[in-house]
Structures are given as C-alpha cells and as structure tokens.
C-alpha cells in the first residue's frame, strides 16, 4: 500500500477533528445539564470553546479543500505540461492532449480544432473518453458556439446547451442532445489558432469555473506543444525532401560517366565522384580536402593560370586535351572541361572540373581503322559481338575475282621490300575501284583480291556494280602505268559470276572468317584464271543482269576446272 494510502489526508484530519469537537460539545451540554450552579460558568465557558473551535475547523476544511483544488489543478497542469511535451509527433501530442482533457474534466468527448493556411477550421484530433478516435461521421457539435469562441477570442462554458438561452434554440444543440459544453481559445503569441471543444452528451452541470480555468491554462501550453509539433513535421518533412534530393543528387553524381571534381575559392576540393575516382586512379578520400594542384602532371602544371582565368573572368574552357601518365594506369588520353561555380546571387564560390578519359574510345577507334583495313567496313557494321556464331544464310551474290598477271615471275626479280610496296600499290587500287562501288572485299590472296555485292546489305543492282568496279580496276591500273616504270607494270585479269553463295562466319570461335562459300564463288574465281592480263571475263548469267551503258565481246563456251558443263563467257570491253 501506498504512502498516501496509510496516511489520512488533511481533509480528512480535519474533518475528523471536527466532528470530535462537536462531539465534545454535545457531552459537555450534557453534562452541563446535570451539574451544580457553580460549575455552570466553566461548562459554559468550555461549551462556548468548542462551538468556536468547530466553526474554525470547518473553515479550515474550506480553505484545505479550496487549496487541495488548486494543488488538484497545478498537478494536472504539470502533467499536462508533461504530456504535451514528450512527443514531438504531432499526431502523438493530439491524441495525448484531448485523452488528458477527457481525464481532467469527466468530458465525454474532446476535439482540437486548428485553423489551415486559409483560415477554416480543420478537426486534427477527436477522442472519447474511450481513448479512441470520433469518426468523422459522428462528430456532431455545436458550430455556432464554436464560432462565438473565435470571434469574441474567449472561454464559452454552459451547464446544460439544452437550456441555456444562447444555444438552446440552435439546431445542433436540439438534434444532437448537447448538455454540457465547454470551449476554449487556441492562442499562440496572441494570435487565435484554433479551438478546444468538450463536451458530455448525458450530464449537466459537469462543467464549472475550475475547468474552465483549468482547460484555458491547458490550452495555453497545447498551443505551444501543437506550434512544435507542426513546426517539427514541417522541419523533418524538409529535412525528409532534403535527404531524398541529396540521396538523388549522389546518385546522380555516382552515375555520371565523366569524372566530375569540385573545388571552393581557395582551390580546395570539396566533391570528387566515382569516376573521377577511377580515372585519375586516387581514392577521392586522399582527393577531397586537399589542393586541386596536387593532382597529377600535366593537370596539376596546366590548371594554375586556367583556374584563376575561371574564376577572375567567368570564362569556361571546354574539351582541352590533356596526356597525363597516371601512375599504375599508364598514359592517358583526356579531355578538360573548367566551368565557375555560382551561387544563386551569381557569386563565384569555385571551379567545377569535368574530366573525360578517351584512352579506351580512341584505342577501339584506332582498332576500327585497323580492322577496317583488313575487312569491309559493311561487314563490321553487320558485326554483333553479342551475337556472333559460325554458320551463315544463302544469298544471291555476285562475285569478282581479280589477280594480277605475271606476278610470281614478277617476284622473282625483285628484293622484298620493292616487291611488297609495287604489291600494295595494285592491291590498293582493285581495293578502292571495289569500295568506291560499295562492294565487300572478302580477303586478299597473295596479289589478288576476293570481293562479292549484294551482302551484307541488299543491292538490287549487284552485277552492275561489279562490273562497273572491274572497269574501274582496269583504269586505275592503266593511271598506276603512268607513274611506274615499264618493269613495274603489270595487269590484273578478271573473272564475274552471279549465282547462290553461303555467306556467314567460318572457322572457330577463337579464329573467324567472314566469307562466301559456294559454286558460284568458285565458278568466279576459274573465270578469273581463264582471263589474260587486263581481260575482264563475266559469265553469260552475270551479262544477263548488267544495265545499259556496256560493250560485251562475243560469247563462248569455256570449259572450267571443277565443272563438268561448259560455261557460257562473255568480255566486258568498256562503256558504250
């Protein structure tokens, strides 16, 4: 048992003590009665001292009760004060205020009711004595005695709204049996910001001047208590929008491919990102804090007089190529870009550098021109990595061979290096009169050359240009014969063949060839050895398919090896 519990309180002491005096009284009256006339005077006296000292024990009763009340009420302030204090969740503060209200004043209901950015009341918090929540549809007040509150900005109390002559004949007040009311103001700094409305639906007179001094004391600190509350959501709510922008702009920053470093006026660096990072080959934890100069040559040399151009004048320089050697990454190939940092009143507070590594871009480049040198650049651009396998789809093609006459016996009497360089010279230009028609040269075999049309892209003109590229071929020759000296003059001869092809990837997955298997290849390529120096020869289903603007020589049957028909030949001679 509690301390409380064992021991009387001073109501109670007192009450005790009092009726114990008129107790006394009462015998000593009795006594009185029975005794001499002498001792009359001194009960008398004794009486008179107990009447007066049970009149002055139950004013001190009044006077401990009214001080118990007062206690009653600090208490309940300090709780409340507590309460309102110990969350800043504004939802948790609401709910803790109106069950605290219902608690302290026997109320049946409570409601807290704020005013928007417009101005309207808005219910945040209604709870019975229950400790639940009012649903919206059973929310039934009095408005026109909420609204006497705000206009005249002062506590409203009645003791039974059914009869009180201010809201008796109020429509809420009939049809929702209201009794006893009590509303006070909602103010903070002065200024009205809502309304505590409670109320009993079953009592009268439930209400009396201790609770409504006790609700407008209360009111006073839930004002402050909902103040923080709000002010702390709005806080975090930022705080929230904050996180989630920093949290973007980091991903943002983490994501963007070309490495980006920041620095504040004192040439500081305040931000580096991942690639940067990478590129430069420096934890950013070593980079950020320390002086944009220290980063490596020929950055750190270069930077100085460009960064102070930057921040002194507002000029940007944009895509300067920089080769710094990178320890344990080797040289590099880089491109700088240096722009001002602004605040939002347009004063310069750094530099922003963007770095972009084209090291890799420009190997691959340099590979490319390579590759394309060796292979079509129409069959690279037909080139899926992801998707290369060995096999390949039949295609109408024509196919052109052409090989340079005489060339063995040519070599013989040549040192390797003149043989090499007359070689490249020819093969050059079978190579350009084929490409200049768009054609794909397949291969190059010793000196002479493979080329087909119609793959990999469609040409619905395909025997055309390949015979406008063999015509082209003999020309370039004949313009190479004017620069070289007579020993160096050879010819190609040429053989042309339309016909079914097997087109794809040949070989193993570590080593492919992209060709054109089939008879009618082959058929080409006999043509070819059939032909003399300078000879174009195309067969009669090649000659079938040329356009206007030929001359044909007549034709014949040609026995070819491989074959065991004859096949039918023509000479392309020229343009009409």
């Given at each position: 048992?509690?301390?409380?519990?064992?021991?009387?309180?001073?109501?109670?002491?007192?009450?005790?003590?009092?009726?114990?005096?008129?107790?006394?009284?009462?015998?000593?009256?009795?006594?009185?009665?029975?005794?001499?006339?002498?001792?009359?005077?001194?009960?008398?006296?004794?009486?008179?001292?107990?009447?007066?000292?049970?009149?002055?024990?139950?004013?001190?009763?009044?006077?401990?009760?009214?001080?118990?009340?007062?206690?009653?009420?600090?208490k309940a302030l300090a709780e409340i004060g507590q309460v309102v204090n110990s969350s800043l969740d504004l939802s948790t503060v609401l709910n803790e205020v109106m069950d605290t209200i219902i608690r302290l004043t026997?109320?049946?209901?409570?409601?807290?009711?704020?005013?928007?950015?417009?101005?309207?009341?808005?219910?945040?918090?209604?709870?019975?004595?229950?400790?639940?929540?009012?649903?919206?549809?059973?929310?039934?007040?009095?408005?026109?005695?909420?609204?006497?509150?705000?206009?005249?900005?002062?506590?409203?109390?009645?003791?039974?709204?059914?009869?009180?002559?201010?809201?008796?004949?109020?429509?809420?007040?009939?049809?929702?049996?209201?009794?006893?009311?009590?509303?006070?103001?909602?103010?903070?700094?002065?200024?009205?910001?809502?309304?505590?409305?409670?109320?009993?639906?079953?009592?009268?007179?439930?209400?009396?001047?201790?609770?409504?001094?006790?609700?407008?004391?209360?009111?006073?600190?839930?004002?402050?208590?909902?103040?923080?509350?709000?002010?702390?959501?709005?806080?975090?709510?930022?705080?929230?929008?904050?996180?989630e922008l920093k949290t973007l702009m980091e991903d943002v920053f983490a994501s963007i491919a070309s490495g980006v470093i920041t620095t504040d006026i004192a040439d500081i660096i305040t931000l580096c990102n991942q690639?940067?990072?990478?590129?430069?080959?420096?934890?950013?934890?070593?980079?950020?804090?320390?002086?944009?100069?220290?980063?490596?040559?020929?950055?750190?040399?270069?930077?100085?007089?460009?960064?102070?151009?930057?921040?002194?004048?507002?000029?940007?320089?944009?895509?300067?190529?920089?080769?710094?050697?990178?320890?344990?990454?080797?040289?590099?190939?880089?491109?700088?870009?240096?722009?001002?940092?602004?605040?939002?009143?347009?004063?310069?507070?750094?530099?922003?550098?963007?770095?972009?590594?084209?090291?890799?871009?420009?190997?691959?480049?340099?590979?490319?021109?390579?590759?394309?040198?060796?292979?079509?650049?129409?069959?690279?651009?037909?080139?899926?990595?992801?998707?290369?396998?060995?096999?390949?789809?039949?295609?109408?093609?024509?196919?052109?061979?052409?090989?340079?006459?005489?060339?063995?016996?040519?070599?013989?009497?040549?040192?390797?290096?003149?043989?090499?360089?007359?070689?490249?010279?020819?093969?050059?230009?079978?190579?350009?009169?084929?490409?200049?028609?768009?054609?794909?040269?397949?291969?190059?075999?010793?000196?002479?050359?493979?080329?087909?049309?119609?793959?990999?892209?469609?040409?619905?003109?395909?025997?055309?240009?390949?015979?406008?590229?063999?015509?082209?071929?003999?020309?370039?020759?004949?313009?190479?014969?004017?620069?070289?000296?007579?020993?160096?003059?050879?010819?190609?001869?040429?053989?042309?063949?339309?016909?079914?092809?097997?087109?794809?990837?040949?070989?193993?997955?570590?080593?492919?060839?992209?060709?054109?298997?089939?008879?009618?290849?082959?058929?080409?390529?006999?043509?070819?050895?059939?032909?003399?120096?300078?000879?174009?020869?195309?067969?009669?289903?090649?000659?079938?398919?040329?356009?206007?603007?030929?001359?044909?020589?007549?034709?014949?049957?040609?026995?070819?090896?491989?074959?065991?028909?004859?096949?039918?030949?023509?000479?392309?001679?020229?343009?009409?």
């Amino acid at each position: 048992m509690s301390e409380a519990t064992l021991q009387p309180s001073v109501e109670e002491q007192l009450v005790r003590l009092s009726r114990l005096a008129e107790e006394l009284r009462a015998r000593v009256a009795a006594v009185r009665v029975k005794a001499d006339r002498h001792a009359q005077p001194v009960l008398q006296e004794i009486e008179g001292d107990l009447r007066r000292m049970s009149v002055t024990l139950l004013a001190q009763k009044s006077t401990v009760e009214a001080s118990e009340g007062e206690r009653r009420n600090l208490k309940a302030l300090a709780e409340i004060g507590q309460v309102v204090n110990s969350s800043l969740d504004l939802s948790t503060v609401l709910n803790e205020v109106m069950d605290t209200i219902i608690r302290l004043t026997g109320a049946e209901r409570a409601f807290l009711m704020l005013r928007d950015e417009h101005g309207t009341l808005e219910t945040l918090a209604a709870r019975n004595w229950e400790r639940a929540s009012v649903d919206r549809a059973e929310q039934e007040i009095s408005r026109t005695l909420i609204e006497r509150v705000i206009s005249r900005g002062e506590a409203v109390l009645t003791t039974n709204a059914q009869a009180d002559p201010r809201f008796g004949s109020q429509q809420s007040v009939v049809a929702y049996s209201l009794r006893s009311i009590l509303c006070v103001p909602l103010k903070l700094k002065g200024v009205l910001t809502g309304v505590i409305y409670a109320e009993n639906r079953a009592r009268t007179g439930l209400f009396s001047d201790r609770e409504r001094t006790l609700l407008s004391a209360f009111a006073d600190q839930a004002a402050v208590a909902v103040e923080n509350a709000r002010l702390f959501a709005s806080v975090r709510k930022t705080l929230d929008e904050v996180s989630e922008l920093k949290t973007l702009m980091e991903d943002v920053f983490a994501s963007i491919a070309s490495g980006v470093i920041t620095t504040d006026i004192a040439d500081i660096i305040t931000l580096c990102n991942q690639a940067a990072e990478a590129i430069l080959g420096r934890p950013r934890e070593t980079m950020v804090g320390s002086s944009l100069h220290e980063l490596p040559e020929p950055l750190a040399t270069d930077l100085p007089a460009r960064i102070e151009e930057v921040k002194n004048s507002d000029r940007r320089f944009i895509g300067l190529e920089m080769h710094p050697d990178i320890p344990g990454r080797g040289l590099l190939d880089l491109t700088l870009s240096i722009s001002p940092l602004k605040t939002a009143d347009q004063t310069t507070r750094g530099v922003a550098l963007v770095l972009d590594d084209l090291t890799e871009k420009r190997r691959l480049q340099a590979q490319r021109r390579l590759f394309e040198r060796m292979v079509s650049p129409a069959v690279i651009d037909q080139i899926d990595p992801d998707r290369l396998q060995l096999g390949g789809q039949r295609r109408v093609i024509t196919t052109l061979f052409a090989d340079i006459r005489g060339f063995t016996a040519f070599g013989e009497t040549m040192d390797p290096e003149t043989l090499v360089e007359v070689l490249n010279r020819y093969l050059a230009a079978a190579a350009d009169a084929i490409l200049g028609e768009d054609g794909t040269i397949d291969k190059f075999l010793g000196d002479a050359v493979m080329a087909w049309f119609n793959a990999p892209l469609p040409q619905p003109d395909h025997a055309t240009r390949a015979a406008r590229a063999a015509l082209a071929i003999r020309e370039s020759v004949a313009r190479l014969h004017a620069e070289l000296p007579a020993p160096l003059r050879l010819s190609y001869g040429v053989g042309i063949h339309s016909g079914d092809a097997l087109l794809g990837f040949v070989g193993t997955q570590k080593r492919l060839d992209y060709t054109a298997i089939g008879d009618s290849v082959n058929t080409a390529r006999r043509l070819q050895e059939n032909a003399r120096a300078g000879q174009i020869l195309v067969s009669r289903v090649t000659a079938s398919e040329l356009g206007p603007g030929f001359r044909l020589g007549e034709g014949a049957s040609l026995q070819v090896e491989g074959r065991g028909q004859p096949v039918e030949v023509l000479e392309l001679i020229g343009w009409v």
